[in-house]
């Protein structure tokens, strides 16, 4: 089931992505994981450069281990994250391609 994470960055991400600590163990737990992301990328200002939050496409079964992977990732533990929706996806199309 695809769960779609978007979380806004809280007034410490800035600080907080500065921390390479940090962002390696996300990375790290990211790539551990890699199983369960569909997809995985940081938002960004209009300028494509500055970092103000993330989303995930997770493929798990529950709302609940959407919210489980989202607490475990060192980023979210180390008090990154903002305002965070997780809402269930009906995919529709998919790599140009039509889903059932």
């Not at 960055?9 to 992505?17: F, H, M, S, T, V």
């Not at 798990?60 to 008090?79: H, I, K, L």
């Amino acid at each position: 089931m695809p769960w779609l994470i978007v979380s806004n960055d809280n007034e410490n991400g800035p600080k907080i992505r500065a921390d390479q600590a940090v962002m390696d163990a996300h990375w790290q737990y990211e790539l551990a994981n890699r199983d369960k992301i569909l997809v995985a990328g940081s938002l960004r200002e209009d300028d494509g450069v500055t970092k103000n939050g993330s989303v995930l496409l997770l493929n798990v079964a529950t709302r609940t281990d959407a919210e489980a992977f989202f607490a475990n990732d060192p980023a979210t533990q180390a008090g990154m994250r903002g305002a965070t929706e997780i809402r269930w996806l009906n995919v529709a199309i998919l790599d140009s391609e039509e889903q059932p």
